[in-house]
């Protein structure tokens, strides 16, 4: 079992920046691919970017591309997101999630994923 707790998210106006942190619980947090998801109100869970275990490869979605950055500290179990220049439209629960399936391509689908955070609010005001 593996237990995720997100943090940093906050009020920030449009243009500013963001960290968030997700801490993990495993002790095999390195094998683990973790991803980024967001929720807005009324809207379906998206998903944001996501890392391989060794932090090699990343993939992020289109509408944050350029804006922000996945990172992952395996010595401190935690995954981060930077988010630069951030816009109202990213305003959502931001949620980390843990991939435990050994695939070829890091996972883009919330349902690849096994284990989920309590999620983090980000709002951002214009």
């Known amino acids: 079992q593996v237990q995720l707790v997100e943090s940093g998210g906050g009020l920030v106006q449009a243009g500013g920046s963001l960290r968030l942190s997700c801490a993990a619980s495993?002790?095999?947090?390195?094998?683990?691919?973790m991803g980024w998801f967001r929720q807005a109100p009324g809207k379906e869970r998206e998903f944001v970017a996501a890392i391989s275990l060794n932090g090699v490869n990343t993939h992020y979605a289109d509408s944050v591309k350029g804006r922000f950055t996945i990172s992952r500290d395996n010595a401190k179990n935690t995954v981060y997101l930077q988010m630069n220049n951030l816009k109202p439209e990213d305003t959502a629960v931001y949620y980390c999630?843990?991939?435990?399936?050994?695939?070829?391509?890091?996972?883009?689908?919330?349902?690849?994923?096994?284990?989920w955070g309590q999620g983090t609010q980000v709002t951002v005001s214009s």
């Open positions: 495993a002790p095999t947090f390195s094998s683990y691919d």
């Open positions: 999630a843990a991939d435990s399936t050994i695939k070829l391509r890091l996972a883009i689908r919330d349902l690849e994923y096994d284990y």
